[in-house]
C-alpha cells in the first residue's frame, strides 16, 4: 500500500535551518505530485510547497518564498523539505502528503499522509 | 487568493446531527474535500468530491456542495466523531489547495 515515512522530531535554534524527509512506497514515485502542509500548536493547516517527483518542478506559497525549497531522489523515492532563517513562529508540525490523481497539479484530495514531524524552534 | 471559512466549533450531543459549514464564494463550482484529524494524529480524507466516501467510512457521514456552502453532516454523533474538520478545495488561478481553519466537532 502507499505509505509515506516521515524523519524523527527536530529541535532547532532561530536561525538555523532544518531538513526534514519524507520517503513513500508503495506506488510509483515520479507519478504523483507531493505536497507539503504545516500545522503550528493548536492551528489549522497551511499549505507550503508542491513538488514534482519526475522533473523536480516545484512551487512555493508566497509566505515562504526564498525560505523553502523542496527537492527529491528518484533514487530513493524520497522527498525533502529544507526551511531555513528558522524562528518560533516555524515551529509546528510539517506533514508530507500525495494528492490521489496522477500527473496532476490541480484536483483529486490527499492521501495518504505522513505521520508528521515536530519540529521545534527555540533558544 | 480564494478563502474558504469555518465555523471554529460545533457542539452536539451524543446522537444528534452535526452540521459542519465551509463557506466560499461560488464554492459549489469546485469540488471539496473534508478531512478529519483526531488528536495527535495525521488529517486523514473522510469525503471527496463533495460527496464521495472512502472505503471504510461510514454512511452516517455525508457531504454536499452548492451555492457557496459545502457541508459536511454526522448523523447519530459518537464520542469518536470528536476531531477537528477541514474542508479543502482547489484555488485553480493559482494551482494551490485552500484549507478552511478547522472546525472542532464535540460531543456534549
Known amino acids: 500500500q502507499v505509505h509515506l515515512e516521515q524523519s524523527g522530531p527536530e529541535l532547532k535554534k532561530p536561525g538555523a535551518s532544518v531538513r526534514i524527509s519524507c520517503k513513500t512506497s508503495?506506488?510509483?514515485?515520479?507519478?504523483?505530485?507531493l505536497h507539503w502542509v504545516r500545522q503550528a500548536p493548536g492551528q489549522g493547516l497551511e499549505w507550503m510547497a508542491i513538488?514534482?517527483?519526475?522533473?523536480?518542478?516545484?512551487d512555493y506559497a508566497q509566505q515562504f518564498q526564498g525560505r523553502l525549497t523542496v527537492t527529491r531522489d528518484t533514487s530513493t523515492s524520497t522527498v525533502y523539505m529544507d526551511l531555513n532563517s528558522l524562528r518560533s513562529e516555524d515551529s509546528a508540525i510539517y506533514y508530507c502528503t500525495r494528492v490521489t490523481t496522477p500527473a496532476t497539479i490541480v484536483g483529486g484530495w490527499f492521501d495518504p499522509w505522513g505521520q508528521g514531524t515536530l519540529v521545534t524552534v527555540s533558544s | 487568493s480564494y478563502v474558504v471559512t469555518q465555523p471554529p466549533s460545533v457542539s452536539v450531543a451524543p446522537g444528534q446531527t452535526a452540521t459542519i459549514s465551509c463557506g466560499g464564494k461560488?464554492?459549489?463550482?469546485?469540488?471539496v474535500n473534508w478531512y478529519r484529524q483526531r488528536p495527535g494524529q495525521a488529517p486523514e480524507v473522510i469525503i471527496h468530491y463533495d460527496r464521495d466516501r472512502p472505503s471504510g467510512i461510514p454512511a452516517r457521514i455525508s457531504g454536499s456542495n452548492s451555492g457557496n456552502t459545502a457541508t459536511l453532516t454526522i448523523t447519530g454523533v459518537e464520542g469518536g466523531d470528536e476531531a477537528d474538520y477541514y474542508c479543502?478545495?482547489?484555488?485553480?488561478?493559482?494551482?494551490?489547495?485552500?484549507f478552511g481553519g478547522g472546525t472542532k466537532l464535540t460531543a456534549l
Open positions: 479543502q478545495v482547489w484555488d485553480v488561478s493559482r494551482e494551490q489547495p485552500v
Open positions: 461560488d464554492i459549489g463550482s469546485k469540488t
Open positions: 508503495g506506488y510509483t514515485f515520479t507519478n504523483y505530485y
Open positions: 513538488i514534482n517527483p519526475s522533473t523536480g518542478a516545484s
